[in-house]
């Protein structure tokens, strides 16, 4: 009988979570090989027709710290540039496609896998310059990659043929549903470790929740934030508010927006959005958090639907599919149906 493997008291789902932050270069090349074991069902999903005419490069940058795809053939080079989340960087994508003209004497098709970055950059200068300096432009997202992963895993001659290809096939798959980059119906709240007066005042009073912007994957997509409140912040904010609370997720507050904002534009962000005392939260934002950037999310009004605090004990031994341990929350998200099942759990005396 296997037994259950966690890293940083999250449970491992797939092989891809074991190897820890899984950056896009690891994705990639993972994208990368599944494209020569099935190109019949991963080059369509990249809008990449004919799949003979092409041999799939893994390309190493000089500095060695991130891989690209490239797609060689006779005709035209295609270039694939993966990314996690929704933004991407322009100026990287302009130097690698020079370097891929200036190679190839052409201009390279260039497909780019992200989150949706079109939604926020799609109509940006730096979007159509770049688009003028390759010869077409597709945009494609993980759950595409993701629903012809599904398709694989759902044929069973790949499984006998190649049960290598097939099982990175459905642990990649695996992986991109664990981390929400897929448009399944699991991600609904989202929540966080809650331990200082100063985020809690965020909570409450201004309805809003900051934190680094390498969470805004796991983030995106949530339709709620719901803290949770540890032991030390009982004793640190007793003294502040007189909203009852306890140990553990009472108040649920609906996400209104999600956006990583830089420290320069923090302030004219928080007006225009009708932030009440922008200033003063501004500048808490700015002492309590630091770095150049930060990720904002502006909420609705807080809801307290568990007058009897849902605690990570319950969590831990609630039936839900995502098992939770006793230790530091993390960045997770649940289902209502998770909270509802764990809070008839008999809290331990």
């Given amino acids: 009988m296997p037994l259950s493997v966690f890293r940083a008291d999250k449970q491992v789902t797939s092989f891809l979570s074991a190897l820890g932050s899984v950056r896009e ?5 993972a994208l990368g090989f599944l494209c020569g074991r099935f190109p019949e069902a991963l080059l ?25 795809l490239l797609f060689d053939s006779e005709r035209d080079p295609v270039v694939l540039e993966g990314k996690l989340g929704l933004r991407q960087r322009f100026d990287q994508l302009e130097d ?27 109509l940006s200068d730096l979007s159509r310059t770049l ?16 629903a012809a992963c599904s398709r694989i895993r759902g044929l069973r001659s790949p499984a006998k043929a190649d049960p290598v290809g097939y ?26 470790d809650v331990s200082d007066p100063e985020s809690a005042t965020m909570f409450f009073r201004h309805q809003i929740w900051t934190c680094q912007p390498r969470f805004l994957n796991s983030a995106q997509g949530n339709l709620y934030f719901a803290p949770y409140f540890t032991a030390r912040a009982q004793w640190a904010l007793k003294e502040i508010t007189v909203v009852p609370f306890g140990e553990g997720i009472s108040y649920l507050a609906r996400i209104e927006q999600i956006q990583v904002v830089p420290m320069s534009d923090l302030r004219p962000f928080l007006r225009a959005n009708g932030v009440d005392a922008y200033l003063r939260v501004s500048e808490l934002v700015r002492r309590y958090m630091g770095g150049k950037e930060t990720l904002v999310m502006l909420l609705g009004p807080p809801y307290l639907v568990f007058p009897a605090p849902v605690t990570k004990d319950q969590l ?33 005396k």
């Fill in 25 to 29: 270069t690891r994705l990639t090349a």
């Fill in 44 to 68: 369509p999903a990249l809008g990449l027709r004919n799949h003979r005419q092409y041999q799939v490069r893994v390309e190493e940058t000089d500095e060695g710290d991130r891989f690209d």
């Fill in 96 to 122: 690698y496609v020079r370097s891929v003209r200036k190679k190839y004497g052409r201009r390279p098709g260039l497909v780019i896998v992200d989150d949706g970055s079109w939604h926020a950059q799609g």
């Fill in 131 to 146: 688009a003028r300096q390759v010869k077409w432009l597709k945009r494609r997202t993980w759950d595409d990659i993701a």
């Fill in 167 to 192: 099982g990175i096939a459905c642990d990649l798959l695996t992986h991109l549903e664990a981390e929400g980059m897929t448009k399944n119906e699991s991600k609904e709240i989202y929540t966080r």
């Fill in 316 to 348: 831990s031994r609630a039936e839900i599919k995502n098992r939770f341990t006793a230790g530091t929350m993390g960045s997770r998200s649940l289902t209502l149906e998770e909270l509802l099942a764990a809070s008839r759990v008999t809290k331990f």
